[in-house]
């Protein structure tokens, strides 16, 4: 997957974890959870949804790394490189 698709993805997915929420008004280096006044559920629920698309497990140590759209897309997009959707 490249960082693009990555990024496409969680927005989406941040959207479903978050019905109404405008990632219009976060920057890309924000803390979205912060932004977006997510809870622990809120969170939680996005980290599953996240895993759950991309076929990733996400251990709690790398939480850190969701936290804003840029570094969640780069983790992503690296993470899944390789696989059947982007064979580079």
Do not use: N, W
């Not at 280096?29 to 497990?57: I, W």
């Amino acid at each position: 997957m490249t960082r693009d698709e990555a990024l496409e993805m969680i927005r989406a997915v941040v959207e479903e974890a978050v019905p109404g929420a405008d990632l219009s008004s976060v920057s890309p280096r924000e803390d979205f959870r912060e932004r977006l006044e997510m809870d622990s559920l809120d969170f939680l629920g996005f980290v599953e949804a996240l895993s759950g698309r991309t076929g990733l497990v996400l251990p709690e140590q790398d939480y850190p790394s969701l936290t804003t759209l840029e570094s969640c897309a780069d983790y992503v997009a690296t993470r899944t490189r390789g696989t059947k959707e982007d064979p580079a």
